[in-house]
DNA sequence: CCTGGCACTCTTCGCACGCGAGTGCCAGAC
DNA sequence: GTCTGGCACTCGCGTGCGAAGAGTGCCAGG
């Protein structure tokens, strides 16, 4: 067990290698922190830090860093979640309620996220199966050709083509379309399947392969793993690294293109709280000297979506916590509004 | 005006450069290139080129490199386009063939582009001004509260809320619904505002306000200049660029998430065909030191929308070139099948 | 258990030096 | 006139060395 000293020793290392992105010693850190110990003293809980594995040095005879291990010590620990201040959360409040739709609901918090943390922000669509259905459109395109438009509450749309299997009437259409919608508007994604279950009986057998085949493009555009769309913004952080970019960024930015790898990331992270996964806590090879810190925001009580930020695992956590978790608040509430 | 050789030094120079990345002095040009001539009488071309501004030297005693003005001579003058090899063509039709709706139609594209020319690939969703309208729909949410979805020609959805004046009825919304689709369908945007002008009119005097609102809410749609998405990606690709980063890729990245920026960029394009844009013959400051080759493609013979990519100046323009024009007429004649 | 002192290790920086690539110019040949 | 070979010159780059500085580990004493 680590006396409180040494963790007030790594809390300061911390602290002073977020802020100089230098390895810090032992007689800055008993200049810049009133520890109340001489640097010798210091030195000896250095030691022991080091041995537990909190810190290390890059090369003999420089200040130590702070190891992934050291910083989750710090997460869990030693540091809270630094709330935003209250001009800040005006601002926040007044940057994302100019929003017109969902799409610019999105952009704006991507945009939002990268300058108050100054880091690449990711946010992902509010998911389709966790939303319910306001309304389900069918438009007869040619005799033998539908289109099938899916509005949620979360304002999002889709859209699939249908080729029927057969020419579909348009009064079987208008028939099909207010069925549809008296059984799912309203209702969530996930019970959908089991309520149209049984509406092909309802048609004449002529229409019922239509109408399945509608059906099954329903339930494909529900479960549709691709549908998981996000945004993701201010990559120009990236360049605030360190010193030695081409190895460190050019990872990050091809882990950033692949969607799956984001979303991946996104959704390991089960905690009802803000997560924080710390270098090579992701799973990510491309990850492995980043941060990402996530939480996840919805209209209601419930989380419908994931947003958050990717940063250097140098990184101020308190601070960029504080901002994601108030960013998630406030989408939450523009998004119950709409 | 330059001889004939001396134009052939440059083009060799630009060759040299591109492939090995470094200053290329006039030993090496002899022995790289036949040009039938000593180093000597080279080095008195590469002076008089210099003279002219085609070409320049980073430092006295190292080779030479060429100018933006070099360039710019070089694309007009001395070099083709490539055409891509049918095996090229193969795998690009066969990979943009794969693509379900709009949407993943941009995002192969882009991926596509990203790959084939190692740079960073920028596509516009087309364009709604000129393309055409296949359906008009409206949904009632709330007995004052409509949703206004437009499908166009080339699978685009966008969607609107329109809170009316005051409540409209299901009668008056299917008529105002039919009435809508017989005049605009098939139509051009350009043409749409003239087509609806008198719509109100043929309304009871208590719905007027509320078809107004529905037109003007179409027609805002219609123009509305935020709705000229566009969707990046390679941008991984960036890190090749030099070994001084920082200061080069930030700016770049930069630009890049100003859509606005690339909007105007791809926009201000207005060659039928292939456009390069040159170093300092960009606009945009971050990009001074980029080139971008852009291409409008479309449905039809007309275009709709344009793609390009964005890489350093020094990059291959005759492979870059086809690839960015062969990738247009596949993707234009997806769209056409669709 | 803390502290001051001391020797030791490494990194970093500045500087001088030599090498090599490349140039510009000139006199002479075709 | 144009091209060529030769030659002196310039500079950037890599190398080696020495001094400086930061930081450490260890030890003896309070």
Known sequence: MLSERRLQVLRAIVQDYVGTEEPVGSKALTERHKLGVSPATVRNDMAALEEEGFIAQPHTSAGRIPTDKG???FVDKLAGVKPMSPPERRAIQNFLEGAVDLDDVVARTVRLLAQLTRQVAVVQYPSLTRSTVRHVELLSLAPARLMLVLITDTGRVEQRMVDCPAPFGEASLADLRARLNSRVAGRRFADVPSLVEDLPEAFEADDRGTV??????????????????????????????GHDFPLTIRPVLEALEEQVVLLKLLGEAKDPGVTVRIGHENAHEGLNSTSVVSVGYGSGGEAVAKLGVVGPTRMDYPGTMGAVRAVARYVGQILAES
Chains 1, 2 share one sequence.
Do not use: D
């Open 71 to 73: 910083y989750r010590l």
């Open 212 to 241: 399945s085949t509608v059906l099954s493009t329903l339930l494909e555009t529900l479960v549709e793993e691709n549908e998981e769309q996000l945004m993701i913004g201010g990559t120009a952080n990236l360049t605030r690294f």
